[in-house]
Every structure is written in structure tokens, then in C-alpha cells.
């Protein structure tokens, strides 16, 4: 199960609710996708339950007001897997996670959407027809440190808190204004109506997510 895949890797409870949220709102997205669309559900999910496992080296476990009530109990084994992380995977978390992927043994499909679907490489599938990485970066942009936002205000926050990277965030923002508006259109559903209530009940039943790592298991 996802959730013992988190344990193993000792995986912060906020980054992993991160992870189970951004999960929550691809599938809900491909599960009211035109079918015509034929995006592979399964392989979107996977990615987006895998998709930050390096952003733990974004972590100042000093700030104990930042971490879970139960992570707060556990700061020092937290900076150890901090420090065990960086010495077997290096300090790029994107890369960090891509390893952690192939070290689990998921498919190559799941490695290759989950990098390649960030913002620096959005000109890449802005257009076209590329819905799994189009659904991936979206998913991600809707959820932010404090549950779900409209993508505007997530954009918004990012800008604050990165002010050198404003004028490459604008166009990320602008892509993936235009990717939700593209989404909207093969959807049978308001990407609105998305809320915190929603993401969270169906994010605590993907913990319980078997996942089957290169095996063919679509249970979910």
C-alpha cells in the first residue's frame, strides 16, 4: 500500500497528505474526463502518490510549528532520513524522487510523466493533446501548503515566497490557466467545485492504494 511505501521512506505526514490531495484531484479529474480522451487513470494516480517523495530535503525540521503533531515527536529520525536521503540520492529532489521511483520499480511510464510534468517544461504539452501531463501539473498547482486554492492564488503564493522566480512563475501561471481552461472543456464537472471536504475524504481511502509496481493491479 502507498501508505506503507510513505513509512518505509519515513516520509513527513504533511508531505504525504500533499501527495494523497494532488493524487485525489487527477483521479477525480480522469474519472470525469470525455472517455474519448482515453487518458490512463491508473498512471496518473501512480505519479501524482509518488510525484514529491525528494521534498523532504525541503525540510527545516527546526520549524517544529510547520510538522504534523506526530512528526513533532519524531524531528531527530526525520533529520536523519534528511541526511540519508542526501547521502544515497543526492541534493536535486526531483531527482531524488526519480530514484526513489526506479529503486521502488515502477513502471517507466510513471518515471517519465512524473519528470516531465513541471512547470519549466509546460510549453512543452500547454498544447496538444498530452492529458496525462496536462492533468499532473494542474493537479499539482491546486494544492498548496493549506489544502486546496484556485490556481491564481496558488500562483499568487508561489510568487511571494520566490520572488526571483516571478517572471518564470507568470508563465507557468499563464500555461496553466490555459491547461485548466483546456481541462474544463472534457470534463463533466466544475473544476470549482473541487474543495477541501472532497479532496480529504477520498485522500484518507488512497493511503489504502495498492501499489503494485510494475504489475498490472488497477484497484482503486
Known sequence: MIGEIYKQYSIPINLQEHMLRVAVIGDIICEHMDKKSNVDRDLVLKTLLLHDMGNILKYDFSRTDLLADEDKKRVKELEKTQEDFVRKYGLDTNEVTLKIMRELGVEQEVIDLCGNSHGEHSDQFVDGNDWERKIAY????????????????????????????????????????????????????????????????????????????????KDH
Open 138 to 217: 494542474y493537479a499539482d498547482m491546486r494544492i498548496g501548503p493549506f489544502g486546496v486554492k484556485k490556481i491564481k492564488d496558488r500562483f499568487d503564493d508561489l510568487i511571494k515566497r520566490n520572488s526571483k522566480e516571478k517572471d518564470n512563475l507568470e508563465k507557468y501561471k499563464e500555461r496553466c490557466l490555459k491547461i485548466e481552461k483546456q481541462l474544463q472543456a472534457v470534463v463533466d464537472m466544475n473544476l470549482q467545485d473541487i474543495d477541501d471536504v472532497t479532496v480529504q475524504q477520498r485522500a484518507d481511502k488512497l493511503l489504502e492504494f495498492i501499489f503494485s509496481c510494475g504489475e498490472d493491479d
